[in-house]
């Protein structure tokens, strides 16, 4: 099978149809309808095999994660997913593995209303770029740069399970001690993640600044602090931790999964004083799970960390590509 039998057989015509698509796969280019009302969001996000992902994850994983983590981009700016193009390149996968990848990419796409629209295949070492595009209204786009002192720190979901569930996955089964539900739940956040499309529609307009979670909570904050000019303090006993993290790591451990681990594709929020209200009746009418973890006060950009109402004086790096392991 040549490149354009393997993305006719595989890839032509996946993921949701939308109307707005007017030229998709087939031709040099993809052509898309583009309304007046809306400004165009952009995300590019690529997964290299042996550096964001396991040489032996399953393709149906690997599928649903390479759209997820783009949608979350998406997610963060309060746009809605429209449109991915695709450039993967191959090994001598089997077709089998193909199948399985794609079929996996278009479920998540349909799930979301994204259409694939193009893209490319070639031949080497496994790796998948995607990107994807949404649109928002240019004036109710979340930032990184409109948080302001006073305002309330958010987060969605409970940071810190992808990265023991990756832990998990690279250990060998033997050494493994949590229950197979344990296990499952926390390599089930590693392998699927879930991007808060849904939360970042709920806080157009409410929140005042958002970023997703992909290196670390403290370090992505860190992107939110720099960029509005002021500090934020995170109450370290606020923090919303599963039931599945807290019984797989001590205590004494729990703070460094939940502050440094990456992964987690969840959303970290600025939410002035009179909006709370309104954006926790919003998230609640979602079922989008959310805590508040600190506040922004006055400052050059740093994120301050208490424990006992006491700055805590060590903290721990986030993820970088080119110091540290595998991702995910």
Known sequence: MNEFELIARHFTGRGAQRKDVLLGIGDDAAMISLPESRA???TTDTLVEGVHFLPDV?????GHKAVAVNLSDLAAMGAEPAWISLAITLPDKRHDWIEAFAASLADTCEYYGVSL??????????????TAHGLVKADKALRRSGANPGDWLYVTGTPGDACRGLELLQMPRGEITESCQIREKLEKRI???????????????????????????????????????????VVSEQ???????????PESDRLRYQLAGGDDYELLF????????????A????????????????????????????????????WDPFRDATHD
């Open 58 to 62: 399953s393709p149906h994983a690997l």
């Open 117 to 130: 629209i193009g893209g490319d295949t070639t031949r080497g070492p496994l790796s998948i770029t995607i």
């Open 270 to 281: 600025a939410v002035p004083e009179e909006n709370r209200g309104s954006v926790e009746t």
């Open 191 to 233: 392998l699927y993640p879930t991007p808060r499309v849904a939360a970042g529609q709920a806080l157009k307009g409410l929140a005042s600044a958002a970023v997703d979670i992909s290196d670390g909570l403290l370090q992505d904050l860190l992107h939110i602090t720099k960029a509005s000019y002021c500090d934020v303090e």
């Open 283 to 318: 998230l609640k009418h979602f079922a989008v799970p959310f805590a508040c973890i600190g506040r922004f006060k006055p400052g050059r950009g740093e994120v301050i960390v208490t424990r006992g109402g006491e700055p805590m004086s060590e903290l721990w790096q986030g």
């Open 239 to 249: 923090l919303p931790i599963s039931d599945a993290l807290a019984q797989s790591v």
């Open 40 to 42: 165009l969001v952009v």
